[in-house]
């Protein structure tokens, strides 16, 4: 089985920048499509941005665009969002999620593997 754990939540500043961080275990990361989600208290979880396994194509949310970045790192079996400009409707708990699925899949059922999320509140 595969685990995975989000860190690098926390309380920042409108404005700040945040990267949180991706942790796999148990299984083949390399071999993993990677996605970060959000959600929102009383909203639906939303698709943030998600990162291929063979050549690393990543795609975004178009409100993520110009200021959020996936990236991943398979020697170290992380997968890393950077959130620049962050603004309070960024407050959101953020999951990480994996799957043996193809590029560009936004939708959250393909995606075997789920992180129990990390809390970013973005608050002055």
């Known amino acids: 089985q595969v685990q995975l754990v989000e860190s690098g939540g926390g309380l920042v500043q409108p404005g700040d920048s945040l990267i949180l961080s991706c942790v796999a275990s148990?299984?083949?990361?390399?071999?993993?499509?990677m996605g970060w989600f959000r959600q929102a208290p009383g909203k639906e979880r939303q698709f943030v941005a998600t990162?291929?396994?063979?050549?690393?194509?990543?795609y975004y949310a178009d409100w993520a665009k110009g200021r959020f970045t996936i990236s991943r790192d398979n020697a170290k079996s992380t997968v890393y969002l950077r959130m620049n400009d962050q603004r309070p409707d960024d407050t959101a708990s953020y999951s990480c999620a994996g799957g043996r699925t193809g590029p560009q899949v936004v939708e959250t059922a393909a995606y075997g593997y789920w992180g129990q999320g990390t809390q970013v509140t973005v608050s002055s």
């Open positions: 990162i291929s396994y063979s050549r690393s194509n990543t």
């Open positions: 148990g299984g083949t990361f390399s071999s993993l499509a």
